[in-house]
């Protein structure tokens, strides 16, 4: 994002609505700071500025800068996937589309967040920390699959690196045999990320609309503590078996 100076009047009201205080005074107009600036959008979304100062940078939709934007403002429109956000519809809708069956368990690594940010650099910690324990395998719509260098080591594109952005997520299927391994594989990585690290477990339900009794033990038996979340998505279609 950047900040007309020929049109700011160095009123301020924009300044509390950056998630990573990129905005501030330089004399008396603020301005962005491009290095710390995730081109998340807020502070145009809001439209609080009276001039109308606020507008994208220039470069934002030009690679590498673009990955703040698309990872970042949840109203733009992923490259990668052709969808809104940082991950996929499916693991919201599961039940209708059946990419994880009844053997097997979803799981969605989440980092980052509004007012802490993250690097690519700690993405690349996760993928690299599954792909030791044989993990190579993320999510096809998932975007950053298609940041991969080198799946069977986890290596990301060395020219992503750099970036920052809000948020992001590595999405996975797994066999419920290796959901455990993948468990502790999160819960040992997660010392080496510096950010905000959750991890979504998804799968089909019992006829009865529980959650799968063997997945809870798991959990359970892994110190995990869990907090139920579901969607239930309308006109989706018949459920798969």
Known sequence: MIIRQDLCVGCGRCQPFC?????????????????????????LRVAICPVD??????QVYEFPRAMRKFFSDPTSTHE???IQGRG??????????????????GIAIEVGRPTLGMTLVDVQKISRALARNGITEIEACNPIHSMYANPQTGDL????????????????????????LVLRTAKEVAKEVDGVFVLDI????????????????LL???????????????GLGRATD
């Open 202 to 217: 998804f799968s089909t339900l019992m006829p009865n609309l529980t959650i799968q009794p063997r997945i809870l033990k």
């Open 220 to 234: 359970e038996e892994e110190g995990l503590p869990w907090r139920p979340n579901a969607k239930i998505n309308m």
């Open 80 to 82: 990668a996937t052709g």
């Open 53 to 58: 100062a606020i507008e994208e940078h220039p």
């Open 157 to 180: 594109r060395e020219d992503m690196l750099n970036e920052r952005v809000l948020s992001a997520i590595i999405e996975i299927a797994v066999p419920f045999e290796k959901a455990r």
């Open 88 to 105: 996929t519809e499916e693991s919201k809708t599961n039940d209708a589309t059946g990419r994880v069956g009844p053997d097997e368990v």
């Open 19 to 43: 998630p990573v205080g990129a905005i501030s005074f330089a004399g008396l107009k603020s301005t962005v700071d491009q290095v710390t600036c995730l081109e998340c959008g807020t502070c």
